[in-house]
C-alpha cells in the first residue's frame, strides 16, 4: 500500500486532472485499432514479398538452400 502522502497526491492528481475517469474510454476502441492494425499488416507483408521477390529475380539477394544432412 502506498504511504498516507503518496495516496494524498495521487487523490489531488485525480481531482485536479482535465479528463474525468469515466471520459476516457472511446467507443468501438478495439474494433478501431483492428481496423487499422489489420489492413497496414497486410499491406506491409504484400510490400515485403513483391520486395524480397524483386531482389531474387535482380540477383541481389539469393537465399541459401541449407540441407540439414548433417
Known sequence: SLPPRATLHC???IKMSLFPLGSLQTPFGLLRVFSVVIPFLYVGTQISKNFAALLE??????PEDDDDDD
Not at 529475380?57 to 539469393?62: A, K, L, S
Open 11 to 13: 487523490d489531488l492528481m
Open 57 to 62: 529475380e535482380h540477383d541481389i539477394f539469393v
